[in-house]
C-alpha cells in the first residue's frame, strides 16, 4: 500500500499532520500521518477518552495524499493584464 512512493515524498507525507477534535469535549488534537499508519486509537490529553479512528477512512484519506504528492502541480494560467484605460 505505501510502497509505491519514493522516499522524499513518503517523508513528506508521514510528517504531514492531521488534526483531530474529541467529540467527548471538543479538544484538538494533532498527529503524523506516520504515527496514525501505526496507531488505530488516540487519546485525547483533555479529557482522556479514547477515540477509535476508522483504518478504512485513514488508508483512503492517506492514499490521497500520497497521490497528490505524486502528481506534479497544475499549471495556473496567469492572463495578461489589460492595458489601463488613460482618463481624461
Same mark, same amino acid.
Do not use: Y
Given at each position: ?11 513528506? %507525507? ?5 488534526? $483531530?477534535?474529541? @467529540? ?12 496514525? *499508519?501505526? /496507531? ?13 479512528? /476508522? @483504518?478504512? *477512512?485513514?488508508?483512503e484519506s492517506v ?5 497528490? $504528492? ?9 492572463? @495578461?493584464?489589460? *492595458?489601463? %484605460? *488613460?482618463?481624461?
Amino acid at each position: 500500500m505505501f510502497g509505491s512512493l519514493r522516499r522524499p515524498e513518503m517523508a513528506r %507525507v508521514s510528517a504531514h499532520q492531521i488534526v $483531530f477534535e474529541c @467529540p467527548q469535549c471538543a479538544h484538538q488534537m494533532r498527529q503524523t500521518v506516520g504515527w496514525l *499508519k501505526l /496507531n488505530t486509537n488516540i487519546t485525547c490529553p483533555g479529557c482522556g477518552t479514547t477515540v477509535r479512528l /476508522n @483504518p478504512d *477512512k485513514l488508508v483512503e484519506s492517506v492514499e490521497a495524499m500520497e497521490l497528490a $504528492f505524486e502528481r506534479p502541480p497544475r499549471a495556473i494560467g496567469i492572463e @495578461p493584464r489589460a *492595458k489601463p %484605460v *488613460k482618463r481624461r
